[in-house]
């Protein structure tokens, strides 16, 4: 029976310490930015506050945010932002993410690193699949979705799409999830400025040499805005 009890307790004590172990933390935050704990506790943000699982992550108006997470992706979050830390993991095996967006605009970074790779953001219903990319989005009644690198996958209502090229962008509501469309690069520019994102930070500067002409796609009312 001890040797019971024992086993036991380290299994409790290992998954607690996965459960409550940080798995980020605050780099950078301008204005006010707060965190929320799965026991209630509220706490100022500041660069190097850890983020745990089950963490809110509230973001106030005028106000920004970045994070840097253990597998080295990052997120820049912007003013009136809400994003919670659902489940995270990372080892040599396992890249795992689950968080969801309530409303606000961020751009996020991260590469597939390991073999498996399983990263999602939930947002009103809607499913993002991450597959090692970077892109920016902005979340509310209506949302839109915006690809720089990689791949990204939105489900929701019946239906679904996949972003697979640089400036491809969607957007998704109630009435489901519209088909892709492409941007400008002014277009872009505008979205990361409207959003108060810095897309530099994102992408470099010499992001605009690497595309081709840039002509936008944008049809209809799937044109955003």
């Known amino acids: 029976m001890r040797s019971l ?13 996965h459960a409550y172990a940080g798995i980020g933390e605050l780099t950078e935050t301008i204005g006010k930015v707060q965190i929320k704990t799965v026991k209630a506790k509220r706490i100022d943000g500041s660069p190097g506050v850890e983020i745990n699982l089950g963490d809110l992550v509230k973001v106030r108006k005028k106000s920004s945010a970045f994070v840097e997470m253990k597998d080295s992706s990052e997120f820049q979050i912007g003013a009136k932002t809400t994003l919670i830390f659902d ?7 396992n890249q795992k993410m689950r968080a969801r967006i309530i409303d606000g605009a961020l751009a996020y970074s991260g590469d597939k690193l390991v073999p498996n790779d399983d990263r999602q953001f939930e947002n009103n219903g809607f499913t993002l699949t991450v597959r090692g990319t970077k892109f920016a989005g902005s979340y509310g009644t209506k949302s839109q979705v915006v690809l720089l690198k990689g791949a990204i996958g939105v489900e929701g209502k019946g239906d679904s799409q996949t972003l697979t090229a640089p400036l491809q962008s969607l957007i998704f509501d109630q009435s489901g999830v519209g088909k892709p469309f492409k941007l400008t690069m002014e277009e872009l ?13 994102l992408v470099g500067p010499e992001f605009e040499q690497s595309l081709g002409d840039g002509k936008s796609n944008c049809v209809g009312s799937n044109c955003g805005g």
Do not use: M, P, Y
């Open 5 to 17: 009890l024992a086993f036991l307790s380290v299994i409790f004590l290992a998954f607690s310490t």
């Open 189 to 201: 520019e505008n979205f990361f400025a409207d959003n108060g994102l810095d897309l530099s930070r």
């Open 87 to 93: 489940d995270f993991l990372f080892d040599t095996q």
